[in-house]
């Protein structure tokens, strides 16, 4: 079992940033791909960044640009710093682990932008 905590939201206006962090609870992160989902009132949980270790990441067109994912595998956490944050940008953030034998979820970090 991996325990994903996560932290870092709140309430920010249009233009500023936030950096969100997810701490996993396993002996190493070091070869599992981690990311961010979010997950926005009423929609779906949509893919926001993912990064292996040693990899290129991959980002939402939505957030290319504004947002960058980063890992420290000497602390097992992944982070997510928020740049250029607009309304849309509103939603619940959760990170995930992908393990060998499936994947774990945080138990979400929320982000507020207003206009």
């Known amino acids: 079992q991996v325990r994903l905590v996560e932290s870092g939201g709140g309430l920010v206006q249009t233009g500023g940033s936030l950096n969100l962090s997810c701490a996993a609870s396993?002996?190493?992160?070091?070869?599992?791909?981690m990311g961010w989902y979010r997950q926005a009132p009423g929609k779906q949980r949509d893919l926001v960044a993912e990064?292996?270790?040693?990899?290129?990441?991959n980002y939402a067109d939505s957030v290319k640009g504004r947002f960058t994912i980063s890992r420290d595998n000497a602390k097992n956490t992944v982070y997510l710093q928020l740049n250029s944050l607009k309304p849309e940008d509103t939603a619940v953030y959760y990170c995930?682990?992908?393990?060998?034998?499936?994947?774990?979820w945080g138990q979400g970090t929320r982000v507020t932008v207003s206009s």
């Open positions: 995930y682990i992908d393990m060998i034998y499936g994947r774990y």
């Open positions: 396993a002996s190493s992160i070091r070869g599992n791909v």
């Open positions: 990064i292996r270790s040693g990899g290129d990441p």
